[in-house]
């Protein structure tokens, strides 16, 4: 049986937490800052974790995450 080949863009932006659940990163952070609030610019500092129904497809594309 070969090896799964890892999705490497999945591997940049997803990792699993200790219990297996896919963390991810928020959006809207990179650029035109100027218009976001520093409330909501802070807000998106912080990871969060993908929803229930996205899982199972994020865990195939880093199957040895």
């Known amino acids: 049986m070969p090896k799964i080949k890892t999705c490497s863009g999945a591997a940049k932006r997803f990792s699993l937490t200790k219990t297996g659940k896919v963390k991810r990163g928020k959006a809207y952070a ?31 594309l880093i199957p040895y995450a």
């Open 30 to 60: 990179s650029h035109i800052l100027t218009s976001k609030s520093t409330k909501r610019k802070r807000n998106l500092r912080h990871s969060t974790l993908i929803s229930s129904v996205e899982q199972r497809n994020v865990r195939r």
